[in-house]
């Protein structure tokens, strides 16, 4: 089992930056690639970001390319999004999972964490 915990979510006015964080307890961390989803009102749970189990493999969804940075610290059992230029369209609820694998789908992840709300304004 591993337990996974957001935070780092809040309120930002669009143009602005956000550093989310998802601490993890249990298994060993190092053993899971890591992956951050978002789900807002209305909408399916998307795909963020994804990170390898070292760190070296990273992928990033469309919309957020270019203004989302996946890291992790193994030593510290923690993998951050840091967000910059934040949109109104990114207003959802952010989650982290674990998973075996890098995945860029939902199914690809055992353990998920209970989210972190991110609100944007104009």
């Known amino acids: 089992q591993v337990q996974l915990v957001e935070s780092g979510g809040g309120l930002v006015q669009a143009g602005g930056s956000l550093r989310l964080s998802c601490a993890a307890s249990g298994r060993s961390f190092s053993n899971y690639a890591m992956g951050w989803f978002r789900q807002a009102p209305g909408k399916e749970r998307e795909f963020v970001a994804a990170?390898?189990?070292?760190?070296?493999?990273?992928y990033y969804g469309d919309y957020v390319k270019g203004r989302c940075t996946i890291s992790r610290d193994n030593a510290e059992n923690t993998v951050y999004l840091q967000m910059n230029s934040l949109k109104p369209e990114d207003t959802a609820v952010y989650y982290c999972?674990?998973?075996?694998?890098?995945?860029?789908?939902?199914?690809?992840?055992?353990?998920w964490g209970q989210g972190t709300q991110v609100t944007v304004s104009s």
């Open positions: 999972a674990a998973g075996s694998y890098a995945s860029l789908s939902l199914l690809g992840y055992d353990y």
């Open positions: 990170i390898g189990r070292i760190g070296l493999s990273k």
